[in-house]
């Protein structure tokens, strides 16, 4: 009998994302938030939860939804902010 840490892991959003060295690494989504008219969501490495985790933007493009690297520095120091910000209430919590 195997333990698993998710009740329903078919159900699991898993996304393959390849790292800056060309390594595909599936990664599933723990956040979500709005900053700006625009949506991100925080992904970790699914075998290795405890890695550092992205921040990318979700855009939509026609009927798919797809996630984008942050490019400027300013959106990044906000959505930065915003994800410390709610760590810092989970912990709290």
């Known amino acids: ?3 698993s840490e998710h009740t329903h892991p078919e159900d699991e959003a ?3 994302v390849s790292d800056e060295n060309g390594v595909e690494r599936e ?4 956040y979500s938030f709005d900053y700006n008219d625009s949506e991100y969501v925080v992904l970790v ?3 290795d939860p405890e890695s550092d985790g992205m921040i990318l933007r979700i855009e939509q493009d026609g ?3 797809v996630l984008a690297n942050i490019e400027d520095d300013e959106e990044w120091d ?3 902010t915003i994800y410390n910000e709610i760590l810092e209430q989970e912990q709290e919590g």
Request: net charge negative.
């Open 1 to 3: 009998m195997t333990n």
């Open 45 to 47: 490495d699914r075998n």
């Open 27 to 30: 990664m599933v989504p723990v």
């Open 78 to 80: 906000a959505v930065v």
């Open 14 to 16: 898993v996304f393959a």
């Open 63 to 65: 009927d798919e939804l």
